[in-house]
Structure formats: structure tokens, C-alpha cells
């Protein structure tokens, strides 16, 4: 009688690599996200981010990063990676809110 063959185990996925994230509004806690997402949503960000003038809202921070990142790629996790980068860009001092209603952001780094 022969013996039945033991499948295959399925390849391990590479680990995702992890970075620890800022949040101005939590001082002190850091928050794990996925490094490469991370990455290319903060790239886009700085790259939209006003460097002088009154800045930029809400609205209008999400408007342009939704045109930075493409749909195909983030689906409906834009708005959540650009409240991310944002918050931990303002954590680290390289965004500043003006304070003003409706609050604006704009590069200080």
C-alpha cells in the first residue's frame, strides 16, 4: 500500500514591513502602519502640501491627494492614508494648522 503524499505547504508571504507612526493629537503613542503605503502617501502629501500662502483645507487636502493617488491602487483608503500622513507630518513639526476656521495646513519643512 502506498503512502499518501503530505500537500505542499503554501509559500510564507515576506513579512510587510512596519512603521511607527505619529499622531499629534496622542502624544507619546506610536501606531504601527504598512511601511510602503506609508511611504508613497506621505511622499504624495509633501509633495502637495503648500509651502507659503494661507495653506490649504480639509477639503482641499483631500482633493489633492485624491488626485496624487490613484484609485486602482487605494481604493477608498485615501481620505485614511492622507488623515494619517497628515497628522503624523504635524507630529513631527514638518505641518503646521493655522488655527483659523476652516483650519488650513501648510509645509514648514
Not at 503554501?10 to 501606531?31: D, E, F, H, M, W
Not at 511611504?39 to 500662502?53: D, H, N, Q, T
Request: proline content about 7%; cysteine-free.
Amino acid at each position: 500500500m502506498a503512502k499518501a503524499k503530505t500537500p505542499a505547504k503554501p509559500a510564507k508571504k515576506p513579512a510587510k514591513r512596519i512603521v511607527q507612526t505619529l499622531n499629534v493629537n496622542a502624544p507619546g503613542k506610536t501606531y504601527p502602519r504598512d511601511a510602503d503605503k506609508y511611504e508613497a502617501a506621505r511622499k504624495a502629501f509633501l509633495k502637495v502640501m503648500p509651502k507659503s500662502g494661507p495653506g490649504v483645507t480639509q477639503d482641499e487636502m483631500m482633493a489633492l491627494m485624491k488626485a496624487a493617488l490613484s484609485a486602482a491602487t487605494w481604493g477608498t483608503t485615501q481620505g485614511w492614508w492622507t488623515k494619517t500622513v497628515q497628522l503624523d507630518a504635524e507630529a513631527r513639526g514638518e505641518v503646521s494648522r493655522d488655527g483659523g476656521k476652516p483650519l488650513r495646513w501648510k509645509r514648514i519643512k
